[in-house]
């Protein structure tokens, strides 16, 4: 079946603009992760959202990032009056398959570019 | 803070030649994780390991959990060009996928031919 699925694939703005990052996860995964990683470097946990439970949302760096996850299934990560060093690569993963329930599935992530 | 220890960040090596990946910290993990990346893509899961001591084997991939479960290796058998790519350990506190991973910053692993 189709995997985790994020656009757009790259994004460039200018600093002070707002961004907003979709995430289509593998249908029927119950939990749905975002995280940031920058250039060859290893991931850093953004928020989290299993079910109808209330996200975890104490990776997010400043009230400037927020998520949903509307229906259960697709995740916005919008950031507001984007600064520099929010350039990085932002990644989503699902998880909580019937057959798979630890494994976390990634996406090939955004590629976000603040001038 | 860095909770996850990767080393070396970077190894270049001949093909042939056997290396070791280590991912350390002071803090427990309930499972420990070793993902794959390469340039353009989402990380992919190798292993996952979550008793202490635990070694698992993936063809020449050799994973081992400490027996306090607090750090793992990474040892590679006659390392081929196909290898080459960006190691990543993450620990993880829940079970299953109740909760997020802690990840290392990542070993860079270039195979020459």
């Known amino acids: 079946g189709a995997g985790v699925s994020q656009s757009p694939s790259n994004k460039v703005t200018e600093k002070g603009k707002d961004v907003e990052l979709r995430c289509d996860p593998i249908?029927?995964?119950?939990?749905l992760y975002w995280y940031r990683q920058s250039l060859g470097q290893g991931l850093e946990f953004l928020i989290y959202?299993?079910?109808?439970?209330?996200?975890?949302k104490s990776g997010l760096p400043s009230d400037r990032f927020s998520a949903e996850r509307t229906g259960g299934s697709v995740s916005t990560l919008t950031i507001q009056r984007t600064q520099q060093e929010d350039s990085a690569v932002y990644l989503c993963?699902?998880?909580?398959?019937?057959?798979?329930?630890?494994?976390?599935?990634f996406g090939p992530g955004t590629r976000l570019t603040v001038l | 803070t860095q909770l996850l220890e990767q080393s070396p960040q970077f190894l270049s090596i001949q093909e042939g030649e056997n290396l070791t990946v280590y991912c350390n910290s002071s803090?427990?993990?309930?499972?420990l994780q070793w993902y794959r990346q390469e340039p353009g893509e989402g990380p992919v899961l190798l292993v996952t390991?979550?008793?202490?001591?635990e070694v698992k084997k993936l063809k020449r991939l050799t994973f081992q959990f400490g027996d306090a479960r607090k750090d793992s290796s990474l040892h590679i058998t006659a390392a081929q060009p196909g290898d080459t790519g960006l190691y990543l350990c993450?620990?993880?506190?829940?079970?299953?996928?109740?909760?997020?991973?802690?990840f290392g910053q990542g070993t860079t692993l270039q195979v020459k031919p």
């Open positions: 959202f299993q079910g109808n439970s209330a996200p975890d």
């Open positions: 249908s029927g995964h119950t939990a």
């Open positions: 993450a620990g993880g506190r829940g079970s299953g996928n109740t909760g997020k991973l802690i």
């Open positions: 993963a699902s998880a909580g398959g019937p057959w798979d329930t630890d494994t976390q599935y």
């Open positions: 390991v979550v008793t202490g001591g």
């Open positions: 803090s427990v993990f309930s499972s």
